[in-house]
């Protein structure tokens, strides 16, 4: 375990726990305790309680009171980044077939979507959440044993060279690129700098590898010409190119006789092409909202690259559920109101996503009763750079357009998304996010959606939403 992390040891060398974590509170018999510094705790202060809890060894970048071996390295994220890389490389070695995710909105349902189809195939080990960064990726991938059959990593990128990092602690033998958006322009500058970013996922395959692209999107799809992999490709609206034919490749997965019910979750025909064959397989999922499909083609992709056999994938789209919390989460109170909790994260393609859905089902709930009422609670998109006004604006509108009786706009751009609101004819006022609640009096029939960035916890909400009745059950889904 010291060689893996690339630290000193000092005490008996105890090998590898079963758990590796970085909360003490976490710490089980046997497990290793990463000792993590951070802007408001330090993990050095808790390695005693994880020594209470059973841990048998730290990685430390100093030596502890706690009565356990320490692995002393000089940064202990890269120790423990070190550690996932070897474990990884012994896995690997093993059979382990490893899958990593990236894109700029959609990675965590996709990923949920992945696991669930390989665990079909065999023992897998994907990230709870987003667990995307130089942290999270590692962690997760200190899950991995001599039982693993499919290792599946979300990657996040903050600029050039992360992806490629992150790659090399996993080493990925298919990397799935769903979209190049605006989520964190400000950051990037230009979708083209991101795609140039996230590209790098592909970019580290071996020859025998996949390269899982969408054949939509257009600088994806041109992340082709940076990868000696095999090619996979996935689309909902079918093969588009210019002269009629499809992209160069070996596996391709469409989607035909899309439609939805009226709670917005979607039923397709999955078209799969590959060594000349092919076959269709009708899919009905459970999750919620059109761009599941996507996710849902896109996951597909990835898992019959991995040996996965269509028919079982079809069959277990339509089973897979929800994993991640306030993505698309949709609660239904007692007395009929429902709470469409979309909180975790937003950019604009997956504001507009969230928005069209509750649109639709607004539409689904007037045709059963006409008095229902659609209501939007919308706050701040981060890290949108200059254009964050007006990309603000645009979501107001679009919330109008799609038939919102009124929007609820919290956070720094609550002006500009009211404006766009009222410029497109609709209803929509300011408020703070801990009034929504009082402000806001929910009918049986009303449905709301609750939307923002992370940093705006509107989960609480959604939660005193709820808490005007008792909910009677959940249909979740996550992007």
């Known amino acids: 375990m010291a060689a893996f992390a690339g630290g000193e040891l000092v005490g008996p060398d105890m090998g590898l726990g079963p758990d590796v974590v970085i909360d003490a509170r976490q710490a089980t018999p046997g497990s290793i305790f990463v000792a993590i510094p951070g802007e408001r705790v330090d993990g050095h202060d808790f390695t005693a309680q994880a020594a209470e809890n059973g841990a048998a060894a730290v990685i430390a970048t100093r030596q502890t009171d706690a009565e356990l071996p320490h692995v002393l390295v000089e940064d202990s994220v890269q120790g423990l980044s070190l550690l996932a890389r070897g474990l990884v490389g012994v896995e690997r070695e093993r059979g382990l077939v490893t899958l990593a995710v990236t894109g700029s909105s959609g990675k965590t349902s996709t990923k949920d979507l992945l696991a669930q189809l390989l665990e079909a195939a065999g023992p897998t080990v994907s990230p709870v959440g987003s667990f995307n960064n130089e942290i999270g990726v590692p962690l997760t991938a200190c899950g991995v044993d001599e039982q693993t059959r499919f290792l599946v990593s979300e990657m996040g990128a903050r600029g050039l060279g992360h992806v490629a990092w992150l790659c090399s602690l996993t080493a990925p033998t298919i990397s799935l690129v769903l979209n190049i958006g605006t989520a964190h322009l400000g950051e990037f500058g230009s979708r083209e700098v991101i795609a140039q970013a996230k590209g790098e996922i592909v970019e580290c395959l071996p020859a025998e590898g996949w390269a899982v692209l969408n054949a939509d999107d257009d600088l994806v799809a041109a992340m082709a010409s940076r990868t000696r992999a095999r090619l996979a490709w996935w689309s909902r609206t079918g093969w588009t190119a210019q002269d009629g034919t499809a992209p160069e490749g070996q596996l391709y997965v469409s989607a035909r006789d899309i439609a939805a019910n009226s709670l917005e979750q979607y039923g397709f025909t999955m078209v799969v092409s590959r060594d000349g064959q092919t076959s269709e397989h009708p899919v009905q999922l459970q999750l919620l909202g059109s761009h599941q499909v996507s996710n849902a083609l896109a996951a597909a992709a990835a898992a019959i690259a991995a040996g996965c056999e269509p028919a079982q994938v079809a069959a277990s789209l339509a089973a897979a559920t929800t994993r991640s919390h306030w993505r698309m989460q949709m609660d239904v109170r007692a007395d009929g109101a429902a709470v469409l909790n979309d909180a975790y994260n937003a950019n604009p393609s997956s504001m507009a996503e969230a928005i069209g859905t509750i649109g639709r089902i607004g539409v689904a709930r007037r045709a059963a009763e006409p008095s229902a009422k659609v209501y939007a609670v919308l706050g701040d998109m981060l890290e949108l750079g200059d254009d964050a006004a007006d990309l603000h604006r645009q979501a107001g509108a ?50 709301v959606l609750v939307k923002a960035s992370r940093g705006l916890a509107l989960e609480k909400v959604a939660e005193a939403l709820l808490a005007g009745g008792a909910t009677t059950g959940t249909s979740g889904v996550q992007r």
């Open 398 to 447: 679009l919330a109008a357009r799609s038939g919102v009786d009124e929007v609820i706009a919290i956070g720094e751009h609550a002006a500009d998304i009211a404006a766009g609101v009222r410029a497109a004819g609709g209803v929509a006022r300011e408020c703070e996010a801990a009034q929504v609640s009082r402000s806001l009096v929910l009918m049986p029939a009303d449905v």
